[in-house]
DNA sequence: GAGTGGTCTAGACCACTCA
DNA sequence: GAGTGGTCTAGACCACTCC
């Protein structure tokens, strides 16, 4: 059961994304939209504020809801879409490689990032990810082998994710993320196609599940210039 | 005036980080903080929401309000906080240098990215950010010559946005950040302290203000070894 | 002053967790 | 079944913009 407000922010965002509102517009005000969608104020302040959230339109009290320019930038699929989400958004070619995968103690830098102990067992998966035939992305991997029991090789060139929600029911709620860049060492020149380059750009995250355990500690190496990341931020008043 | 809700997460978020509760801990329920704050379930959910978007706390159905790990990843001070604010926090000696000062006819990216028209006028800022003695970050800003008539080398050197913001009255408000690697080109090679280094992070920026009209975009280039991003993201149920 | 969004309330019902 | 958070409502008052 989808809730009314989310109903009315897809139906807004969708008229947006069509064009029926362009950039500088105002939306109908709040009390036009408790007639149109037969809801009340507050229903209605939930739908908007989604639409706030996601960087579609900027309120001003005492005028109205503005229209923003989505194509201003292209837009945040912020966050947490897995690398299969991704690239096939993009339409390219895509491929993974299993370099690694095994049960094992965690290492202190791991046993703290994760809050497990070092008789625990974590999963080690090593991934490369191929784009158009080059291998762009390290992916380190280290999950709680409580949460994910069974983990094979061919989940792992498919989607841990979608085996963790689809087969194992996990819901992965909220994930952390530090991005910053180091040298290229020689796993990244084993590993990926880095000829010729000497930076690699770091995403690390701590990704967590609906009931706020620590699920998953990742630490995913991009080839600098296939990296980029969008991102949308509000100052609260 | 503050609104109820506003200081009512402030005030949580206050016991929080002062440790009155710990990770993991459930806060009292939203009718128990209802009594404590002498206020309706709305408003408390309201205080809750902004602990929620602020990584603080997380809320599960039927069980309660989690407190989250702080310090699992040291925090978001996310998005809109400028380089004076941040080396202060920092508590590095800083310094401002300003190459370029300048009233100019934008060109026809900039003319593109700002919504001008060629014969409209930006002040186009170029500054180099020093920290500890070195030159790390390269600003290039251009900004709508309307909204700003007037700006000195003083100005630039300090922090255009609280002239903006204290003599100006200009309440910015929200911004689209694109983040991403480039090669160092003789630009950077001139004014920032790049010895060694092949490549540098581009942090584009378009700063828009309250009423939602665009009023800055920066470039922002920082040295790979100095920078660092953090983000927060949350799924959508 | 009319119209807009911002805040706050009291009460209702539902979905979920846990014993 | 008791207790939790999630949704929704109808109505009130306030702050702001614009004419």
Redesign the pocket.
């Known amino acids: 059961?989808v809730?009314?407000?989310?109903q009315i922010y897809i139906e807004i965002a969708e008229e947006i994304q069509k064009g029926h509102f362009q950039p500088g517009d105002?939306?109908?005000?709040?009390?036009?939209l408790c007639e149109r969608f037969?809801?009340?104020?507050?229903?209605i302040?939930?739908a908007?504020n989604l639409l706030v959230q996601n960087g579609l339109i900027h309120?001003?009290?005492?005028?109205?809801?503005i229209v923003l320019d989505i194509n201003k930038f292209n837009f945040p699929f912020g966050g947490l879409v897995s690398f299969k989400e991704v690239s096939q958004k993009m339409g390219r070619k895509s491929r993974t490689i299993v370099h690694d995968l095994g049960l094992l103690h965690p290492n202190a830098y791991i046993s703290k990032q994760l809050g497990m102990k070092p008789k625990d067992y974590v999963w080690k998966v090593t991934r490369t990810r191929e784009i158009n035939e080059e291998k762009i992305i390290l992916d380190k991997d280290y999950i709680n082998s409580k949460l994910v029991p069974a983990l094979t090789k061919e989940i792992c060139e498919n989607s841990i994710y979608e085996y963790m929600e689809n087969e194992l029911g996990l819901k992965i709620s909220f994930a952390k993320k530090e991005i910053y860049v180091e040298d290229l060492n020689d796993e990244d020149r084993a590993f990926l196609d880095v000829e010729g380059f000497v930076n690699i750009v770091v995403v690390k995250s701590l990704v967590y599940l609906d009931d706020a355990t620590l699920m998953q500690y990742t630490e995913s190496r991009h080839r600098p210039d296939k990296f980029r990341f969008t991102d949308f931020a509000r100052r609260h008043n």
């Open positions: 059961m809730s009314k407000f989310y105002t939306l109908p005000s709040e009390s036009e037969a809801a009340s104020r507050e229903t302040r939930k908007l309120k001003i009290q005492g005028k109205g809801s």
